[in-house]
């Protein structure tokens, strides 16, 4: 099946938790909040199937404590949640950034705040993007728009976060969660042993020779000490800046570019289609990665002359990325899908068309 | 190697050494405080049940968040309360590693009540060291959820009042009421009696895990003369005359002949 190039017919929650299996995932932390449910339903079989291990746990808060203690022992680990319970991850988030420990976090997003509602939403961009936890910290943030992209994403997420010793979230919403839609899968690959060696926990005497304990920690005390850990993470977030992934439509000859990410940015790019039909000179510029934002190429296309509307599905949050990104040049109009409406293609062409009619 | 062991080598009779898996250094703990006690003893069995070198330790926070200076084994600094959350994603991560936490009241019995009632609730084949010492000690002596009723703390400075905050929570009695638990005792560091037989509640629990029982749990009850404004002497006096009367000693759960709590991981202890 995986990896013979047949096309499966997947929600996008389990086409996550397969990527995750066939990155060579081997434990998974879950617990129960809508719309992220297909996925630990889906490891609680594929886990114990592949020889690892699932854990419901008490609360989203311990389940984001198991994965600190997985991902410390180099072991390819992983958790969902949503909205509410994204908040209660950020403690465990901002540890595992703080003491550089790998681990993929999904965030199926729905309508906030508070309690909100189960339906789509990208209220939490700035949580996701910023950080989300206390202290400086950046995660790398993926932005699926597809049942097959949110496979490729989660599956190269392991490597990422192994790469640069990271956390590494998986933005999606209910959009992406629970539409269905056909995915093919990789042939399933096993973590390579050697994974994590020169860091990770597994006693002294693991090795051929014993060595000194390791210590994974976020407690700096000492005078300058934490400076300088912040100093190596804040080169590490700059490293990433290469890693940025954006898709480009029809921006060529576009006088308005539209900047929408995730389901979003699928949507749009229907309205951006049929608006192409009729004539308009307008585009889709959609980030894939959000954390780091693709600062150069909105700015490159803002010194082109281009103007610029972005469409999100929360009061305005990644406008700011985008008028920061275009600041020399451009400004960014802003259309807002509020959270608890479900957005059409339909329903974006009319801002467009205001937006590419005012010069 | 350390200078006891040299001692040795020198022709001596060598009766008290270091343990290996015991730094030798100086500790931050305050004159009196019990948690050096309770490191050596864990050091202690360490060496004796040759455990250190496949050990994956999650420490906590409060006084003992330095665990990981005095204890030379691998160890994963955990958020206040989460140790038996992280424990357990260690342990399910390296089934065949000797995995243990080590909290303090405020950590354990407050902020992680969750995590270790559902650690324990599993069967997590880890084992708990709880001190035990009726305060928040880091922090500067606030009330914790062990504080005897009419203990004055920073936080209650009254005297703790059963009306206000409610009464003393006796862990040892509550995780023993759990299906995963396989061994649970409570001992005392108060007296040299009471030393020693804290050690071998503490092996039995180190044994609940490599035995493959399911989770072990040792409470010690310990001194802080520091926040209790009490010296040394009068802080075990303390804990003889006021806390072991409402906190008795002895074993609450010990599973007898063959029986386990399931097989929660495979192969552990083989």
Redesign the interface.
Known sequence: MAGTNERIFVKGNEAIAMGALDAGCRCFFGYPITPQNDIPEFMSKAMPAAGGEFVQAESEVAAANMLMGAGACGVRAMTSSSSPGMSLKQEAISYMAGSEIPAVIVNMNRGGPGLGDIGPSQGDYFQSTRGGGHGDYRLLVLAPSSAQEAYDMTHGAFDLAFTYRSPVLILGDAIIGQMKEPIKRRAATLADPAEGREWRLEGTGAGKKPRAHRIIKSLFLMDGELAGQNQKLQAKYESWKDLVQFESFEVRDAELVVVAYGSIGRIAKNAVRALRKKGKKVGLFRPKTLYPFPEKALAKLAKEGKRFLTIEHNLGQMVEDVRLSVRRHADSELFCVYPGNMPSPDDFEAPILRALGRK | MPKANTAAQAGEDLVFTRPNALADRATHYCPGCHHGIAHRMLAELLDEMDL?????A??SIGCS?FL?NYI????????HG?AP??????????PD??VFTYQGDGDLASIGM??I??CAN?GERVTVVFVNNTVYGMTGGQMAPTTLIGQKTTTCPGGRCQDREGSPIRMAEIISQLGGTAFCARGSLDSVKNIRQAKKYMRQAFEAQTKGLGFGFVELLSGCPTNWRLNPVAANKRITDEMIPYFPLGVYKELSGDDTCGALVAGEGK
């Open positions: 250190a070198g496949r050990t994956v999650a420490s968040v990981y030379q084994v691998d160890t994963v600094e955990s958020p989460r959350a992280v424990a357990t994603g260690i342990k399910r991560a390296r590693k000797f969750a995590e009632m559902h599993r």
